[in-house]
């Protein structure tokens, strides 16, 4: 007679969940180190209950089984795991290399700005000494073109101002603008009629009458 095969399940009461995972447990851990000793075998052995607990055994050292399993499946993977690993490595030797030509860049840029100039010959420093003329000379060029533009656009700007005030001009008619302050200043003013005071003489006189003084006064005297 053959018995039926019984389904294991997970059990769903949590008290003798625990319990069977505290006698289980200790029956593996039991059965590990027996076949340690007895077959002289190295085993390493993990567990980690539902609550995140660890238990764990080994026969020698947990480290180095590890290390050694890592090994062993480096060595037996697939040819596509190896194609990755392959592909990971050579990541790591292109930053590598990209870092490398950071720093020499980085060390560029310390001696363009005058820094770290100690350990350079004559001909680095002449090389240098080049590249900033030739530096400056492209600075310059580009700010000559930028002032030759904003310069074309404000006469672009002033063309556009006269215009619109010819426009205006000619829309509203030409009206008299005042003359110049120098100019109304240096034209002729009208005439200013003399007051009758103007003509009689106020001077004081000391002395014998002028002859020709004295006819003048009979002249009045007998009119």
């Known amino acids: 007679m053959v018995r039926g095969k019984t389904q294991m399940k997970r059990i769903e009461n949590a008290t003798s969940r625990q319990v069977t995972f505290s006698k289980r447990r200790n029956g593996l851990l039991k059965k590990a180190f027996e076949l340690s000793v007895l077959c002289d075998a190295e085993i390493a052995l993990i567990v980690f209950s539902t609550r995140g607990k660890l238990y764990e055994f080994a026969s020698s050292s ?5 290390e050694r399993y890592r090994r062993h499946t480096r060595d037996n993977t697939p040819t596509t795991f190896k194609s990755d690993e392959q592909n990971m490595q050579h990541l ?6 990209m870092m490398k030509n950071i720093d020499l860049l980085e060390a560029s840029k310390r001696k363009l700005m005058g820094e770290d100039l100690g350990s350079c010959s004559i001909e680095e420093l002449q090389q240098i000494e080049q590249q900033l003329e030739r530096s400056v000379s492209n600075v310059r060029a580009r700010k000559t073109q930028i002032f ?13 101002l006269v215009a619109e005030n010819s426009r205006l001009s000619k829309k509203h008619g030409n009206f008299p603008q005042p003359a110049p302050k120098d100019q109304r200043e240096h034209q002729p003013q009208p005439y200013a009629e003399s007051s009758p005071s103007s003509d009689v003489e106020t001077e004081l006189f000391i002395g014998l009458p002028d002859p020709r003084t004295r006819c003048g006064a009979s002249f009045l005297r007998s009119t």
């Open 92 to 97: 790591k030797e292109e930053a590598a290399s």
């Open 62 to 66: 947990m480290q180095h089984t590890i």
């Open 148 to 160: 030759m533009e904003q310069i074309k656009q404000l006469k672009e700007r002033e063309n556009v």
